[in-house]
T-cell receptor, first 111, second 117 residues
Framework: ELKVEQNPLFLSMQEGKNYTIYCNYSTTSDRLYWYRQDPGKSLESLFVLLSNGAVKQEGRLMASLDTKARLSTLHITAAVHDLSATYFCAVDVNTGNQFYFGTGTSLTVIP | GAGVSQSPSNKVTEKGKDVELRCDPISGHTALYWYRQSLGQGLEFLIYFQGNSAPDKSGLPSDRFSAERTGGSVSTLTIQRTQQEDSAVYLC???????????????FGPGTRLTVT
């Protein structure tokens, strides 16, 4: 079974700072997805990364994918309080139903 | 426009009862997905529909779980003989398509919180 590990699991950062969340996975895949979940809410799709070297950016968030290293990163630039949420990555292996989520990273941005 | 809706929003049931969860996707979205989220297991992918067809049902946790989709729209997830470990939030999402099994941007419903007592 594919393993998807995120780190850190918990992240507390000050407004205005930069940080990176890492997502490692254990098998070959070139499809990586990032989601956001606010407390008590459902999921929101953030990024779809479909090839080695893919980079997507939206606002203060930028996601990248290195399929050779089996690593995706979610970089936060100049964090603001509104970014406080739990972020999940997910990987699928092109089989239709083998789709695995990471454990999530709970981000708290402190004013 | 209307987003993905799910009903009920909360369901409390006794162990051994059957439950049916409903998902109304965004109009025109051909792909529909079911997930569940629990404290013990995290987020799990359950099943995917392209139109009315679910190509692979192996993600369903046990044979007590079944899902169907009719008219390329509404989907129901049925859990028979519920067990306490079925307690979770069941999420539904839809997207325009899933070309070559690539998940395009998904839109999630608010979820159904199932509690089995």
């Amino acid at each position: 079974e594919l393993k998807v590990e995120q780190n850190p699991l918990f992240l507390s950062m000050q407004e205005g700072k930069n940080y990176t969340i890492y997502c490692n996975y254990s098998t070959t895949s070139d499809r990586l997805y990032w989601y956001r979940q606010d407390p008590g809410k459902s999921l929101e799709s953030l990024f779809v990364l479909l090839s080695n070297g893919a980079v997507k950016q939206e606002g203060r968030l930028m996601a990248s994918l290195d399929t050779k290293a089996r690593l995706s990163t979610l970089h936060i630039t100049a964090a603001v309080h509104d970014l406080s949420a739990t972020y999940f990555c997910a990987v699928d292996v092109n089989t239709g139903n083998q789709f695995y989520f990471g454990t999530g990273t709970s981000l708290t941005v402190i004013p | 426009g209307a987003g993905v809706s799910q009903s009920p929003s909360n369901k409390v049931t006794e162990k051994g009862k059957d439950v049916e969860l409903r998902c109304d996707p965004i109009s025109g979205h051909t792909a529909l997905y079911w997930y569940r989220q629990s404290l013990g297991q995290g987020l799990e992918f359950l099943i995917y529909f392209q139109g009315n067809s679910a190509p692979d049902k192996s993600g369903l946790p046990s044979d007590r779980f079944s899902a169907e989709r009719t008219g390329g729209s509404v989907s129901t997830l049925t859990i028979q003989r519920t067990q306490q470990e079925d307690s979770a939030v069941y999420l539904c999402a839809s997207s325009l398509d899933r070309p070559d099994l690539v998940m395009l941007r998904q839109y999630f419903g608010p979820g159904t919180r199932l509690t089995v007592t």
